[in-house]
């Protein structure tokens, strides 16, 4: 099993672009969640999803958009790119949410100039 | 509200010595409380997480304890070896999301 995996993994964007994260896992999960971390702080939500079709918002959705059309997949949209949005995206699902461990992609690494 | 705070933000011991990391929690969290190794550059892995029937869990080095009463967990790690240099951060759940603590860069000094 691959686990979770996340393309691309580094990213340079120039302000009001847009792009695309994708995310897979191939441990058939069903809850997925988006994260960003800026240097030197913690682990903040983005948008999370309790199945195929569900999405639901996390801490700082604003300037995001994702979509759950497969188990497998869980794509980040983020329009018109801003220098606040540099950050390192990661990735993560797990079976459920309660009691279970999330597991985490390697990251994008995004700069955004 | 949802919050998770963590204590210290960095903390540096012997090796050999052992750390302790802090986390006090809001009213609202549920029942399970993970903790989570992240190594430069590398992703964030699970090393220990409790459930709020219990108040103590260990594995080898790791122990986890929980004051339901004072709203707390803490992070124990003895025997410190240079590999346990990274950066910890607990979490809570709140509902169906994880809220994580801003983090702990442990560093041990051999």
């Known amino acids: 099993n691959a686990g979770v995996t996340q393309t691309p993994k580094f990213r340079i964007l120039k302000i009001g672009q847009s792009m695309t994260l994708q995310c897979a896992q191939d441990m058939n999960h069903n809850y997925m969640y988006w994260y960003r971390q800026d240097p030197g702080m913690g682990l903040k939500l983005i948008y999370y999803s309790v199945g195929a079709g569900i999405t639901d918002k996390g801490e700082v959705p604003n300037g995001y958009n994702v979509s759950r059309s497969t188990t497998e997949d869980f794509p980040l949209r983020l329009e018109l790119a801003a220098p606040s949005q540099t950050s390192v995206y990661f990735c993560a699902s797990s079976r459920a949410t309660l009691y279970n461990e999330q597991f985490f992609g390697p990251g994008t690494r995004l700069t955004v100039l | 509200g949802e919050n998770v705070e963590q204590h210290p933000s960095t903390l540096s011991v012997q090796e050999g010595d052992s750390a302790v990391i802090k986390c006090t929690y809001s009213?609202?969290?549920?029942?399970?409380f993970p903790w989570y190794k992240q190594e430069l550059g590398k992703r964030p892995q699970l090393i220990i997480d409790i459930r709020s029937n219990v108040g103590e869990k260990k594995d080898q080095r790791i122990a986890v304890t929980l004051n339901k009463t004072a709203k707390h967990f803490s992070l124990h790690i003895t025997e410190t070896q240079p590999e346990d240099s990274a950066v910890y951060f607990c979490a809570g759940l709140y509902g169906n999301k994880l809220v994580f603590g801003a983090g702990t860069i442990l560093r041990v000094k051999s």
């Open positions: 009213d609202s969290a549920s029942n399970y």
